[in-house]
């Protein structure tokens, strides 16, 4: 049951790592239209969670208090989600990498969209890329526990 709660924490942590990447993508958009208050307003919510990702702050409280539940869920379940979680994340960033530098400019040139910008292609690729790169992090750490898991088990 450890390993589960140290599969819970971890996704949780990830999705909130995720969270704070997509709003640093509007937030630094340059080529987007989103109004000054809106992004400060961004800003506010972003850094308010990643004050919450310092050990012992209001999300690691929360994760503690779900971790606490006697019944946490089926362990199956809960490993799959952990590794299925991560590797979605993984398959549509690889894919919006290949969209935005292979797909969008070749499309932007030979239909003469004018009104499409290849620069912001490569910028969306960019973020598209760091969600991926967040998201294999976590699917190797996953995977590395399990793995040490399943064989400190077989071990004892």
């Known amino acids: 049951m450890e390993l589960q709660a140290r599969l819970m924490r971890r996704s949780l942590i990830w999705v909130t790592l995720i969270a704070i990447t997509l709003l640093a993508l509007d937030i630094f958009d340059p080529y987007g239209d989103t109004s000054l208050f809106i992004r400060l307003a961004m800003v506010v919510a972003a850094s308010v969670l990643a004050a919450g990702l310092i050990p012992g702050s209001y999300i690691h409280r929360a994760i503690d208090i779900l971790l606490d539940r ?20 993984v398959g549509v960033a690889a894919f919006g990498v290949y969209d935005r530098i292979y797909v969008l400019p070749n499309l932007i040139e030979e239909f003469e969209l004018t009104f499409l910008d290849p620069q912001e292609a ?35």
Not at 80 to 85: D, K, M, N, R, V
Not at 126 to 155: E, N, Q
């Open 70 to 89: 006697p019944n946490l869920g089926s362990p199956t379940l809960i490993s799959i989600a952990a590794i299925a979680g991560p590797l979605l994340a």
């Open 122 to 156: 490569r910028y969306n690729a960019a973020w598209y890329a760091a969600i991926g790169i967040l998201s294999v992090l976590f699917l190797l750490s996953h995977l590395l526990d399990m793995a040490r898991t399943r064989g400190s088990a077989r071990t004892t």
